[in-house]
């Protein structure tokens, strides 16, 4: 009899724990359109590089942290990630904004905006569209940095 009552007590859990993911994927496709909520699950380019030609970390006035590393071959961008330690919606911007910045020169670099970054993702909350603006400032940081140390 406990085993029962534990096998309908860790199915009600389960179905419970389904409905609460369903409930929480729901809200994040609402909020960031299919192409934010894919970032959201599956970012691309998040983690550090080693040796990079330029990083550059900045804190948004939100509290969140976004760093970018950036690798250069012949002007043009080689590799590059993001790391944050804000919210879904600057893991998303990061993302983005590393997939914008792959394969540009440091003239394409220069010209990515938060903007930019906005329209690639389609849909967000108004509410954070300061992390792709916070997204923007930290490759542009890492931009100059990487033009100030090959300055000859």
Known sequence: MKHLKKDVAMNDLDEFVDKL???????????????????????LYNGRLENPDAHARITGKCGDTMEIFLKFENDCVKEVSYVTDGCGSSTICGSFVA????????????????EDVLKK????????????????????????????????
């Open 121 to 152: 993702i389609g849909m967000f909350p108004e509410e954070d569209k300061h992390c792709a603006f916070l997204a923007a400032e930290t490759i542009q940081e890492a931009l100059r940095i990487y033009m100030v140390s090959t300055e000859r």
């Open 21 to 43: 993911q369903e409930q929480i994927f729901d809200e994040a496709k609402e909020a960031y359109g299919e192409k934010g909520f894919q970032r959201w699950r599956n970012p």
């Open 99 to 114: 997939e914008m910045a792959f394969g540009k020169t440091s003239d394409g670099l220069s010209e990515i905006t938060g």
